[in-house]
């Protein structure tokens, strides 16, 4: 079937003029002789041409709805091209024997076993599938990737610490997969280097579901590169998306019992962070371990109870967000923007919590076990929460919680 960037292509000139109309795109770089393609080559330039704008048009006023429809229009549905900066970057570093997957919308190179590059590539697409399905039922605005994104699987787990701390500056030998902003790539391996035992799988997955939400929040601009956002919405989203059944809908809108239950035995313990300090946390420095989880727990409960009851004002907190000033936000700053969205802090925390509570108290005999059960489980979260406080080092670093791949104890 002819796809709808070809069937698009007799309308460049019509897009092209539009673009030329947009009143804070530099009109120099294009010409009406651009607009006048007859050949293929040509309008597929043009259009190129028009997609920049457009894109360029968004960084000034993020919110146009009538210049997103028209980039949507231009580039929504065309080929996504493999190369980038990122790819070329990773494949200048990885040797050959480092095979390349490729989906619709990422690019793996992987020297790991073939079915499982593959399985982890889809877990990638499947990322992709729920995250649009959230942002657009969210009424939100993700602009269409530019190119694929970039992924690296290693089979062994030496081989990829090497890699981590040498290209990544990433040391931490709890950490099973990362993003890195810098780089743009998220990385991780299959088999653990002490037991020669495969990564178990739904650590696995939910780990590479939580790192491409991080990678997929940039790329279609659902968070701004430019502004430090706190770190409930960055984690609170990226492990509201974990799950260990890819092939099923998963999200905001499904519950994850690990972290459920972790924040459940948080909430009846009366440790939770009060609302007020949350919102406005961006680094955990010197903060504990335990403050450091109960964090990933607290935000994971309070955007999956946002999304079911809040959508509109996380829609908008979101998008306030993406208007910011670039740069550090204050705190005094971070909580007026939340307050924006959601009204008093704290009446929202007693609204919140209050249903917690009834939750809580419904749990019968049965949940209390799978709660306990699910303590002994692990649980995925990133190393952002305690990482040096420059702004590159925010995102993307995993660890786990509870257990970990050779049954040794960790932090928590
Ligand atoms: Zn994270």
């Given at each position: 079937m002819k796809s709808r960037f070809w069937k698009l292509l007799p309308t460049v000139v019509l897009v092209a003029v539009a673009v030329l109309a947009l009143p804070f795109v530099p009109g120099q770089s294009v010409?009406?002789?651009?607009?006048?393609?007859?050949?293929?080559?040509?309008?597929?330039?043009?259009?190129?041409?028009?997609?920049?704008?457009?894109?360029?048009?968004?960084?000034?006023?993020?919110?146009?709805?009538?210049?997103?429809?028209?980039?949507?229009?231009?580039?929504g549905d065309r080929p996504i091209p493999k190369d980038s900066l990122a790819y070329r970057a990773a494949r200048e570093l990885l040797s050959r024997r480092f095979l390349e997957y490729e989906t619709r919308r990422f690019i793996v190179l992987s020297d790991a076993e073939p079915r499982w590059s593959r399985s982890q590539a889809e877990h990638l697409e499947r990322s992709h599938h729920q995250f649009m399905r959230f942002t657009n039922r969210?009424?939100?605005?993700?602009?269409?990737?530019?190119?694929?994104?970039?992924?690296?699987?290693?089979?062994?787990?030496?081989?990829?610490?090497?890699?981590?701390?040498?290209?990544?500056?990433?040391?931490?030998?709890?950490?099973?997969?990362?993003?890195?902003?810098?780089?743009?790539?998220?990385?991780?391996?299959?088999?653990?280097?002490?037991?020669?035992?495969e990564v178990p799988e739904n650590i696995s997955i939910a780990t590479t579901v939580h790192e491409a939400i991080h990678q997929l929040h940039f790329h279609t601009r659902v968070k701004s590169v430019n502004v430090q956002y706190p770190l409930w919405i960055c984690e609170g989203i990226a492990t509201a998306f974990e799950t260990d059944e890819p092939g099923h809908a998963f999200g905001p809108d499904h519950e994850f019992i690990p972290r459920r239950?972790?924040?459940?035995?948080?909430?009846?313990?009366?440790?939770?962070?009060?609302?007020?300090?949350?919102?406005?946390?961006?680094?955990?420095?010197?903060?504990?371990?335990?403050?450091?989880?109960?964090?990933?727990?607290?935000?994971?409960?309070?955007?999956?109870?946002?999304?079911?009851?809040?959508?509109?004002?996380?829609?908008?907190?979101?998008?306030?967000?993406?208007i910011e000033p670039p740069g550090h936000v204050t705190e005094k700053r971070q909580l007026e923007i939340f307050e924006q969205a959601f009204g008093d802090v704290d009446a929202l925390e007693r609204r919140w919590l209050d249903h917690e509570q009834r939750n809580l108290a419904a749990l019968g005999q049965e949940d209390h076990e799978a709660a306990r059960r699910a303590l002994t489980a692990w649980t995925p979260s990133c190393l952002c929460a305690r990482g040096t406080g420059t702004f590159d080092n925010h995102e993307g670093r995993q660890r786990l919680v509870i257990g970990n791949l050779n049954n040794r104890s960790c932090a928590h």
């Open positions: 010409s009406p002789r651009n607009v006048q393609a007859e050949t293929p080559g040509n309008s597929i330039a043009a259009m190129e041409l028009a997609e920049r704008q457009y894109r360029h048009a968004l960084r000034m006023n993020p919110l146009c709805e009538e210049t997103y429809a028209k980039l949507l229009e231009v580039a969210l009424g939100l605005r993700p602009l269409p990737l530019q190119h694929k994104l970039v992924c690296v699987l290693f089979e062994r787990e030496s081989d990829y610490r090497a890699f981590a701390a040498e290209q990544d500056g990433i040391h931490d030998p709890w950490i099973v997969g990362y993003y890195s902003p810098r780089h743009d790539r998220v990385v991780f391996f299959r088999t653990a280097d002490e037991s020669g035992r239950t972790r924040f459940s035995t948080l909430l009846a313990a009366d440790e939770l962070l009060p609302l007020r300090e949350l919102v406005v946390l961006t680094v955990m420095n010197g903060a504990s371990s335990e403050q450091v989880s109960a964090m990933y727990h607290q935000s994971y409960a309070l955007v999956v109870w946002l999304n079911r009851f809040r959508r509109d004002g996380l829609r908008d907190y979101l998008n306030a967000m993406l």
